[in-house]
């Protein structure tokens, strides 16, 4: 069983960059498909992110296309997730979810999840 801390949230500017990070124990990291989620206030969590075991797979939700880039470093048995040109409705806690064997951009997909990190943007 994984498990998965978050961090590198914070309180920053509209146009600004960040980048939150994830860090996995407890398993064969690069046999695990990772995603970033997000859920905002009074909404549903929300695909963000996915990049496969490899790294070799990726692909982002239309509304962070472009500007954000999820990463990995296998040899670290660690996710990132930078972003730029970062927008006040990106305002959100940011889970990390692992999937033995998959990358999904569903929910359901994913049984092991972070704590969540709070990137908060402001306008």
């Known amino acids: 069983q994984v498990q998965l801390v978050e961090s590198g949230g914070g309180l920053v500017q509209a146009g600004d960059s960040l980048r939150v990070s994830c860090a996995a124990s407890?398993?064969?990291?690069?046999?695990?498909?990772m995603g970033w989620f997000r859920q905002a206030p009074a909404k549903e969590r929300e695909f963000v992110a996915r990049?496969?075991?490899?790294?070799?797979?990726?692909s982002y939700a239309d509304s962070v296309k472009g500007r954000f880039t999820i990463s990995r470093d296998n040899a670290k048995n660690t996710v990132y997730l930078q972003m730029n040109s970062l927008k006040p409705e990106d305002t959100a806690v940011y889970y990390c979810?692992?999937?033995?064997?998959?990358?999904?951009?569903?929910?359901?997909?994913?049984?092991?999840w972070g704590q969540g990190t709070q990137v908060t943007v402001s306008s």
């Open positions: 407890g398993g064969t990291f690069s046999s695990y498909g």
């Open positions: 979810a692992a999937s033995k064997f998959r990358y999904s951009d569903s929910i359901a997909q994913y049984p092991y």
């Open positions: 990049i496969s075991g490899s790294g070799a797979g990726t």
